[in-house]
């Protein structure tokens, strides 16, 4: 992409308001602690306190906002304190005749929060936001001691906003609810996809972040309701019994009578999810489609299916019916209370198409007429794992150390991002400092909001921040010329433009802006800064640090598209480990549940996930491609999702434990597993990969495995890869 259609298509994107569900009670709680937090300062210690403590308030409030799965006080709490400190630190050496002393820990400081990017986005945020508050709240004091109570206001509004989360809980556990039911809805739309195209993909992302959401810390477990316990863990084992079931490879045939049960089968699998998706979301009981039930417990499944679609659908009814279960909110209750389905839902002994089934006893045997119990879950609790631990913030302190040190490399885009971020705000804070438009701060603020790892979120931001601030500082103006407002006015606008930052935040970086501007203009006009001293001056300075953070992109650059080839080359030896792992279990059956298939699968998710975002930042880099046209990544993802999509096929009917061993499974794991490491050396060397010895392993192992899945499933692995090779071939 050239660098003119880059810039259209960031600045396009910067500018686009997205149509979002909104919160106003989240943000109307938000808009009260600031309310709070303003109005006790300003009439305890007068308008100067108050600015601070509103600084410090909104900030927090902000943080609370951020896609995080942590507690909502505690990020609060983060926040407030850590610009308390900063915001210290920055007027102890900035008090001094001599800039020097700020800067350099201005740089220090700023250097550090490019670098905490390592550790997610969340903590990135945070810490580019307080380096941004820092460069005006520092101005506000006028000795130490003052230094010291603005840096206690501050912490204090932050206080409030996480007090005010633990006494006004709006939807508690809902981020985690959505998480949880947008995965159930994503597979209940994956199901009925599959009615229509047998082969249909499927994006993992919902899983991978309620899988992210069901990490709690040890005081979060306490309080954990039990419907979130389990159903993800189901969930993720349904997906490839839904891609078995329908998938002609392996599954029913094209057409005929067993292609319309199926189909019976994943349109009734598909309401089933949806109403768990519902219930959890909403925290009600489960209340399923009564033709859904009767479609899952026909007895007719068994004479029309066999072999491996009649096993997916007894495991697939077995599944949902320990899906219903986990999905009902319930009290604590003694052991063997009922906790089934309500009565508009199936019988407490489950739906399934061979007859009733007890409770969270699961059907994973290889015939539909002898079910084997794999554990009971009278009570909810997890049926497929244990839960998973979040650590707190102290112990996660020394984790994003050790990921921000190992970000200390040259080509690591985060280091580059940093350095980045570092000489941008240093030279903004010099040039505002020079200019003779006063509050030079704003330049540097500007950089550091909008400047990103990545070129288009800080191409895109940089034009949303700058379009913003002009329509924000001219409404604002326009009020304050207009009106006048006192003291106590500027102070309800200011919150009033607060709520709505709050309310509009996820609808776009643009609106969310106007709303930031206007209430800069109001909460310094309350603290006694003049109109004409944050009109002018405020929009030349945010276009001045926008045009630093994005000329530095362009001298400095981090482009993911040389990359593209390290991406896919992860990917694909990723998932030649998940394929591996996945075949050896033929040659030792350990039973359908297996730690280091799960683990396999993660890492190829995960891997999946960064080639598909590396691919879409790589598209609006103005950048040529290297050795790696999208023509050719396109045909290459897709048959990396093939390669992925068969061993997934395997993995729905990994055989049972004490079943007979297939010991050229054996063989067959350990040659996909040494050919896809082969074959991405040779994708990151540019080199097309060759196959020639896993073909011929392939050839000679055909014949010794009696099962027929296992047989077609590694000619299909084989395919795949072909496909993949043909696509990383030079075209003449």
Not at 134 to 159: D, F, K, N
């Amino acid at each position: 992409m050239s660098w003119p259609r880059a810039l259209k298509a960031t600045a396009r994107s910067g500018l686009t308001v997205e149509r979002r569900r909104l919160e106003p009670l989240v943000a109307a709680r938000a808009a009260l602690g600031l309310a709070l937090v303003v109005g006790a300062t300003l009439a305890l210690f007068g308008p100067g306190a108050a600015v601070s403590s509103a600084f410090g308030a909104f900030q927090a409030a902000i943080a609370t906002f951020q896609r995080s799965w942590r507690p909502r006080p505690t990020l609060a709490l983060a926040s407030g304190a850590s610009l308390a400190v900063s915001t210290f630190l920055g007027y102890v050496t900035g008090a001094g005749p001599h800039p020097g002393p700020f800067l350099v820990l201005l740089a220090v400081w700023t250097f550090l929060s490019g670098l905490a990017w390592a550790a997610g986005p969340t903590i990135g945020i945070i810490a580019s936001s307080n380096v941004a508050m820092m460069l005006v709240t520092v101005t506000l004091p006028t000795s130490v001691a003052a230094a010291a109570g603005h840096a206690a206001m501050i912490a204090v509004g932050g206080l409030v906003q996480a007090a005010l989360v633990v006494l006004l809980p709006v939807r508690r556990w809902g981020a985690q609810r959505d998480a949880l039911a947008d995965a159930l809805a994503a597979e209940a739309d994956y199901a009925r996809r599959l009615r229509h195209d047998p082969t249909a993909a499927f994006d993992p992302v919902p899983l991978m972040t309620a899988r992210s959401a069901a990490a709690v810390t040890p005081r979060q477990a306490r309080r954990r309701p039990a419907e979130l316990h389990g159903a993800r863990g189901l969930a993720e084992r349904i997906r490839p019994v839904l891609a078995s079931l329908a998938d002609p490879a392996v599954g029913a045939s094209a057409e005929g009578p067993q292609r319309d049960r199926v189909r019976e089968l994943l349109a009734a699998a598909a309401a089933v999810l949806d109403a768990a998706a519902h219930a959890i979301r909403l925290g009600e009981p489960v209340d399923l489609p009564p033709g859904a039930v009767a479609a899952l417990r026909t007895p007719d499944t068994g004479a029309i299916l066999s072999g491996p679609p009649r096993r997916a659908a007894v495991r697939l009814a077995a599944l949902l019916d320990d899906v219903v279960e986990t999905a009902e909110p319930r009290t604590e209750t003694a052991p063997d209370a009922p906790t089934g389905p309500t009565p508009t839902g199936p019988t407490p002994t489950g739906p399934t198409p061979t007859g009733p089934t007890p409770t969270g006893t699961t059907h994973t045997g290889p015939t539909p007429t002898g079910p084997t119990p794999t554990g009971t879950t009278p009570t909810g609790p997890t049926p497929t794992g244990t839960t998973r631990a979040r650590p707190t913030l102290l112990r996660l302190a020394p984790v994003v150390v050790a990921r921000m040190r190992a970000e200390l490399r040259p080509d690591s885009p985060v280091f580059r991002h940093a350095v980045r971020v570092t000489a941008v705000t240093a030279v903004g804070y010099v040039l505002g400092s020079a200019l003779p438009l006063g509050h030079g701060y704003w330049a540097p603020m500007a950089s550091v909001m909008v400047m990103r790892p990545d070129f288009s979120q800080t191409y895109s931001r940089s034009v949303a921040r700058f379009g913003g601030t002009l329509v924000g500082v001219a409404l604002a103006t326009a009020v304050v010329r207009t009106a006048d407002p006192g003291v106590y006015a500027s102070a309800a606008l200011a919150v009033a433009c607060a709520f709505g930052m709050y309310l509009l935040m996820r609808t776009g970086y643009a609106a969310s802006q106007v709303c930031v501007a206007a209430y800069v203009v109001f909460l310094l006009g309350m603290g006694g800064s003049a109109w004409t001293q944050t009109v002018y001056e405020r929009v030349v300075l945010t276009l001045l640090g926008g045009v630093l953070a994005m000329l530095a992109y362009a001298v400095y650059p981090a482009w993911e598209t040389p990359r593209l080839r390290g991406r896919l080359a992860d990917w694909l030896v990723s998932d030649g480990r998940y394929a591996a792992s996945v075949v050896a279990h033929y040659a030792n059956p350990a039973g359908p549940v297996c730690a280091d298939v799960r683990e396999a699968l993660l890492d190829t998710r995960a891997a999946r996930i960064a080639w598909q975002e590396a691919l879409d930042r790589a598209t609006h880099e103005p950048v040529r491609h290297r050795g790696l046209s999208r023509a050719a990544a396109d045909d290459a993802g897709h048959a990396l999702a093939q390669f992925g999509r068969v061993a997934m096929l395997m993995e729905a009917h990994l055989p049972e434990r004490g079943a007979p061993p297939v010991p050229a499974a054996a063989t067959l794991a350990e040659a996909l597993r040494h050919a896809t490491e082969r074959g991405g050396k040779a994708v990151r060397e540019r080199r097309v990969p060759e196959w020639d010895e896993l073909r011929e392993t392939v050839a000679s192992c055909g014949p010794l495995m009696e099962d027929p899945l296992l047989r077609k499933g590694a000619g299909l692995l084989l395919d795949a890869l072909d496909d993949l090779a043909a696509a990383l071939t030079p075209r003449t």
